[in-house]
Structures are given as structure tokens and as C-alpha cells.
């Protein structure tokens, strides 16, 4: 079946120190990788999307990793700053199936001052 | 431009009630979409739709009735409320065409008692 999950479900660190936020995929056809954050009380915001063709890709402060071989992608955040502190998900874009995504549990990051 | 708004915010129905929620969204996106969201997880996807007067069902159907009469809007209605819908409900946009962003609305906190 399809589903994406993460190792972890909670994650603490130190103001200007960098993240990693992990996340396992199942489905082994998918091209299509995208990473929310949610803010409380709000809806998920994107941050950075991957395609299965690219094994990296940086955006402002913010890398993500795929590793196509074990089905892993990984969010790297660069000095971490109290504004990161959210809850972090990975989703699975199928998007030859009307777009859907399939969202893994979510990694709440919070950043201590 | 006001991205995808959800109406209403909030809201509180007893066991057998019946609602309607608006997501409307002014970007002239093809594809919307609902999902829910229970504490400590990811979004799951209820019904989506790929055009107007087209909809289809995602991974958590049950209970759940969508139409999608104009572009611009996609209704998601309770015909008869139970307590295990109490959630939060997200609906979301996207172009069509290919991998993209989907843009999400703020949310609609729903009680069922």
C-alpha cells in the first residue's frame, strides 16, 4: 500500500544549531516529494519540493535529501531560529492520480532560545 | 487575492446533524481537495476533485458527501454527524498540469458531541 511515515515524532534543538527532520516512503513509484510545515491553529504550508530525478535540493535555509535506494528523504534546516518551531510533514505527491497527497505522521521541532 | 478561505471557522454540532463547508478559492485552480486531521497526525484525504462537477473519493470517504457545482468552489457536507468526525478539516487547491504545490486554507475545527 502507500503510505509515508516518519522516525520520529518529536525533535528538540538549540537556537542556531541545524535540524534534520527524517521521513520513510513506501511507495516506490513515487517522483513527486513535498515538505509542509503547520504552524498551530493553521493549514500546512509548503516549504520545499523534490522530484525522484534529483537526490538534492536547496532552498533558504533549507535542504532536502532523497535517497531513492532505502525510500528516505530527509528536511535539513540551517541554523534554526525560534519561527522554525512547527510541526514538519512529508507528503507524497501522486499526482498522475488527481494530485493527491499521502502525508506521513508529522515531526514536531521545537527550537529552544 | 485571498488564496483558499474555508467558512466556518469553527464549529459545534450534535450527533445527527447535518452541515455544509465552503472552501472557495480564487487562484483558478483545477483540482481542490478536503482532508481532515486528527491530533497528532497527518492530513487524510476525503474527496477530492479534478475539475467542476467532477469529484471523487480519497482515503477516508465515509460519512462524507462532495459536490463541486463552480470551479472556484468545493463543498464538503455531514449528512448525519457522528463523533468520530470530529476533526479539523483542511481543503486545499492546486493547478492542474503536472507536480505542484498544493496551496491549503486555514481550517475548519469541527466538534461533534
Known amino acids: 500500500g502507500e503510505s509515508v511515515g516518519l522516525h520520529l515524532p518529536t525533535l528538540s534543538v538549540q537556537e542556531g544549531d541545524n535540524s534534520i527532520i527524517n521521513c520513510a516512503y513506501s511507495?516506490?513509484?513515487?517522483?513527486?516529494f513535498i515538505w509542509y510545515k503547520q504552524e498551530s491553529g493553521k493549514g500546512p504550508q509548503f516549504i520545499i519540493d523534490?522530484?525522484?530525478?534529483?537526490d538534492k535540493r536547496q532552498g533558504q535555509r533549507v535542504t532536502v535529501l532523497l535517497n531513492k535506494t532505502v525510500k528516505h528523504l530527509s528536511l535539513q534546516i540551517a541554523a534554526t531560529q525560534p519561527g522554525d518551531s512547527a510541526v514538519y510533514f512529508c507528503?507524497?505527491?501522486?499526482?498522475?492520480?488527481?494530485?493527491?497527497?499521502?502525508f506521513g505522521q508529522g515531526t514536531e521541532l521545537s527550537v529552544k532560545p | 487575492n485571498a488564496g483558499v478561505t474555508q467558512t466556518p471557522k469553527f464549529r459545534v454540532l450534535k450527533t445527527g446533524q447535518s452541515m455544509t463547508l465552503l472552501c472557495a478559492q480564487d487562484?483558478?485552480?483545477?483540482?481542490m481537495y478536503w482532508y481532515r486531521q486528527d491530533p497528532g497526525m497527518g492530513l487524510r484525504l476525503i474527496h477530492y476533485?479534478?475539475?467542476?462537477?467532477?469529484?471523487a473519493k480519497g482515503e477516508v470517504p465515509d460519512g462524507y458527501n462532495v459536490s463541486r457545482l463552480k470551479k472556484q468552489n468545493f463543498l464538503l457536507g455531514l449528512e448525519s454527524a457522528a463523533p468520530s468526525q470530529t476533526s479539523v478539516y483542511f481543503c486545499?487547491?492546486?493547478?492542474?498540469?503536472?507536480?505542484?504545490?498544493?496551496?491549503f486554507g486555514p481550517g475548519t475545527r469541527l466538534t461533534v458531541l
Open positions: 507528503a507524497e505527491n501522486l499526482f498522475n492520480q488527481g494530485g493527491k497527497l499521502i
Open positions: 511507495n516506490s513509484a513515487s517522483d513527486y
Open positions: 523534490i522530484r525522484s530525478n534529483m
Open positions: 487562484m483558478n485552480h483545477e483540482y
Open positions: 476533485s479534478v475539475g467542476e462537477g467532477t469529484t
Open positions: 486545499a487547491s492546486v493547478v492542474a498540469g503536472g507536480p505542484n504545490e498544493q496551496f
